[in-house]
């Protein structure tokens, strides 16, 4: 299995733009989640998905940030609009339905966002 | 914060040497995991250990837990070069009317040759 797959690697965007990053899990697990990580706050996780659908999402930061999991292998996470304190990596993880969230997390390479 | 806390921040050791590094955190946790990041990664899962364990081993990798004193440790045995990496350890509590995982702040481990 190629694992956890994001996209882009690396953005970078004018404060105000929209971004969106992109997310394939690993084939047959049913959990996805998105974290962040900064200096500052470490990692953060924003939201998760239970077989699609979002389950626990306080910690969105605010209404610019939304997710998404239209089926089982793809979810985007967009920012609208940006702002410079958006800057952070940003991680998809996946992990089993027999892991849930409990057990072992399977991370992505993340996506470093600067917002200029 | 209910995120762990580990200690030290950082640490720089030869190769050779064991590496020693904590986790203490807040509520209670179903489980703990201990996370291994290589600069510009993502995490790798490395060992988990459940609430009702004391002490668990994976090759090189010792994990103890503490619950009466809410309190975890990893220690790495004859370090290489390639255990240079952020390490994290992950809570598994419930919190906030959901399970999740309550990541700490990391130690940064040098081992040099």
């Known amino acids: 299995d190629a694992g956890v797959i994001q996209s882009p690697r690396h953005e970078v965007t004018e404060m105000g733009q929209e971004v969106t990053l992109r997310c394939k899990p690993i084939?047959?697990?049913?959990?996805l989640f998105w974290y962040r990580q900064t200096m500052m706050r470490g990692l953060e996780l924003l939201i998760y998905?239970?077989?699609?659908?979002?389950?626990?999402d306080s910690g969105m930061p605010e209404d610019r940030f939304s997710a998404k999991m239209p089926n089982a292998s793809f979810s985007t996470l967009k920012i609208q609009p940006s702002e410079p304190r958006d800057s952070a990596v940003y991680f998809c993880?996946?992990?089993?339905?027999?892991?849930?969230?409990?057990?072992?997390?399977?991370f992505g390479p993340g996506t470093r966002l600067t917002v200029t | 914060s209910q995120q762990g806390e580990e200690d030290p921040q950082a640490l720089s050791i030869q190769e050779g040497e064991n590496a020693t590094m904590n986790c203490s955190y807040k509520?209670?946790?179903?489980?703990l995991q201990w996370y291994r990041q290589n600069s510009g990664r993502g995490l790798v899962h490395l060992i988990l250990?459940?609430?009702?364990?004391r002490e668990k081993h994976s090759g090189r990798l010792r994990v103890t837990l503490d619950t009466s004193k809410k309190s975890s440790s990893l220690l790495i045995t004859a370090s290489r070069a390639a255990d240079t990496a952020s390490y994290f350890c992950?809570?598994?509590?419930?919190?906030?009317?959901?399970?999740?995982?309550?990541f700490g702040a990391g130690t940064r481990l040098a081992v040099h040759p």
């Open positions: 509520t209670s946790i179903n489980n």
């Open positions: 992950a809570g598994h509590m419930f919190s906030g009317g959901y399970n999740k995982l309550i």
């Open positions: 084939s047959g697990h049913d959990y």
């Open positions: 998905f239970n077989n699609n659908v979002p389950i626990d």
């Open positions: 250990i459940r609430s009702n364990e």
């Open positions: 993880a996946s992990s089993h339905r027999l892991a849930g969230v409990s057990d072992e997390q399977y």
